[in-house]
């Protein structure tokens, strides 16, 4: 019973953050461009209005892929939310370490490009692929940033990783500084925001792998992006910042330290051309693994 | 054959059973029967079956042979004559390429069997070479513990790894498997290469490591290099491929590299992990090349450019494939990733000082493996459907229950094992001669992992329910106005998804070399041979005149020599 109240908890909690942020975010945009921007329930009244909308499936398309696709990314995402709110609030390890987290996270992108590549549209193979690449490009500096935490902690599990950080946080080390400016550029490619949103590129190919989804199925996938944009924030809060401290002035400095890192995505989003895919693959494996692996060696020897 | 037969008279000093070998036989029963079963539809209407079926027999016995011999030479033997099998039964197929891919496969297969030799008389001679006893014919192949620290054992050792490399597909002796693949039937490959030759190659070098010798940090590291090497050198390649049968090859390479890594790492953990992911490869990897072959079978053709949107003919072979790719590419909660997971807890703790490259090698390489594997679903199964496609949609055929039922079964596999890993007793199964408690540094919960999931994909199912799901319509593609079936020349087949990649820096320069062959161990062999082969021919021409310039050379220099 206690499991299914986690889950529940995992999921409505995660989901209302989510759509908060995703509020903050759509917030800043619209004064970064001289607008009012939304009124505050917004990204909920959007889901709530979608959901009520038809739903229209591509003739000769898989309608069990289509439809199944965004269903399997919302799981990822409650899974991976699930894995560190509990290992968060709960002494000793649970579920998984951080590769799980790791292979969780690549869940979300693999529903996307499942449902893009089951769309039947030429757009949405296009835009599907690209995220594939896109996939494969950033995976390589995430991977090498966010084992800097784990080889600071000496320790693989999540709550392993928080607790080691109660004396010092991965991010007063050069090498964590270094590696979290790596990991976050990754996490904008992982939440597809610009200059990274190749993927979606909607003055091209119409939201790509999106183009044909409508009504709940959009609903699902717009929830689980919500949800992807406070989960991975919260992964670096976990990794960098030693996780949310809730005692005392710490409630201040956790929530400084989450409203920093997704003012700096939204800003990078706002201040950013969209680069082309080949560019940002060169950038990921170039200097951004470069970066990485420097950290990782700094890190090793204690720095 | 005497020598066969004595071995059959008296079993004690041939035969033993280990947990292992037991575990590897119940496998290779399993694909045993699957081959049978799927070869009635996929291989009736060819010529000379009844030797067809008479090679996997003969295949079969061989394996169970080697899996419980418990004597070097027997051994020996019957892995000569899997390789001579494997000639065979390649010779089925109907490629155009089928009679090179298979010499090439028998002479590297054949190759490292002399190598074998020469590592088991190296063997028998470090052992026992001052007593002659316990004499060249009854050598056990257990319990050595030869120490690599002589020039002769490490050579031994290599001898005996080239084998195991050869046989299971590892790098640099990998070649002949994409060959295989794209020419061998399907049954074929999916049978040897992809699962016997795999189980064989891992278990001899899983027990040729542990048994037979102790292993030092040095051979330790070589091991990982190559394990990781081959990952992603393979998955790059399996990347660029346009061929549905060649790229599933590339991949039973690149997965090669994972048991050889965990191997490699010495400890417990990765080597259990090495283990499960060699039962896990074989039942991903055949469940792969069986639901390729029925694509094969079905459209007549394994080029990806000529397929697409196939899930509307096949939605049973599609669910499998897509079940097995996402297993292969270590997706959780399925099998491939807890396997792969082991795996790296044991490179954590027992990679040495190098471990965070080959735990990035082998993490990358899962994405990578993800990335070729999405290009193939959408090649074949979704996206637009090409004319060959539509085609066989249009004829609705049905897949036959002699097809299903091993998909199935497979499929079935790798969701089990993979949600009930944590409750797999390593420590019995997958732990052969090696002592000590398989201590994990991290944590993997597939049970209630497996339970988040569901419950998420519940969440997700609530969700459409309170919506418009159940009325939906069905309209054509959006494509800013534009309708597909008018203009076939926007289809996507996605065979050059990933051409960006390929053109990126570096990495323009190895694919070229690659495609040259350069890396290809038996090409620049046959290569340097008939670069000999050159200067002999203009040595040995048959006209008089030049056999009379050697011969007045020869005498010039015999009497430089001699005065």
Redesign the interface.
Known sequence: MT??YL?VF??AATAALGLVTSWIDRKVTARVQYRVGPPFLQPFIDIVK????????????????F?MA???G??????AA??FWVNQFFEG????????A???L??PS?SI??GG???????A??G??RE??L??AY??PF??AT?VPVIWAG???ISGIIENQSDGITAGHLSGIIALIVALLCVQAKLALVPFDIPEAETEI?EGPL??YS??GL??FR?MKNMLLFTLPFFLIILFFGGMRLNGINILWTLLEYVGIVALITVIRNTNPRVR??QA??FF??PMTVLATAA?VLA?NGI | MKYLIDALKNPGGYFASTPLSVVCAVFAAMFFVFTVVYSFRHMSGRKGLWRYYIYILATFLATLGILFSANFLLLLVLWGFLGLMLYLLIGFGREEGTPESARKSLAIIGGTDVLLLLGIVLIWSIRYGSTGLPGFLRLPFAGMGIQLDTTGSVIAYLCLASAAFAKAGAMPFHTWLPDTARDAPVPVTAFLPASLDKLLGIYFLARVTLEVFVMTPAMNTVLMALGSVTIMAAVMMALVQHDLKRLLGYHAVSQVGYMVLGIGTGNPVGIAGALFHMFNNTIYKSSLFLAGGEVERRTGTSDLARLG?L??AM?MV?AAF?IASLSIS???PFNG?ASK?ML??GV?SGGGTLW?VW??AA??GS??T??SF??L??SV?????SQISREVIESREKTGFFTILPLAVLSLLCIGLGVIAWKIPFADYFRPGVGGELHM?????SG??T???????V???L??L????R??????????GET?EKNPD???S?VD??R??R???ILKVIYRLAEKKLFDLYEVLQKIAAGFGIVFSFMHNGILSRYLLWFVIGLAVLCIVLI
């Open positions: 499991f299914v889950i995992g999921f979608l959901l009520g909308k038809e739903t229209v499936i591509p003739a000769g398309a898989s309608r069990g892929t439809l965004p269903v399997i919302l799981a990822g995402v409650v899974a699930t894995l390890g649970f579920m998984g370490d951080w590769i799980v790791i292979y969780l690549t869940v693999l490009i499942l590549f089951a769309s039947r549209n030429p757009l193979s296009l599907a692929s594939m690449k996939v494969m995976e390589l991977i090498l084992l320790d693989l599990s119409v183009v044909e009504g709940p609903a699902v929830l895919i080949d693959v060169r494996w170039g990782v090793l | 949107g899930v509307k939605p599609f897509l270590g997706v959780p990733f997971w790296y807890q954590i965070v735990l990035v993490m990358l994405a990578l993800l990335a999405m290009k679903v959408h199964f979704l996206g637009q459907p540094p991290g944590i993997w919960q209630p992992a339970l988040v999931l569901l419950a998420g994909l969440i997700g199912y969700i459409y309170s919506g418009s799901i009325k939906a319509r069905i309209v054509a593609p959006f494509i800013g597909l926007m289809r996507v996605g998804f990933y960006t990649i053109e990126i820096g």
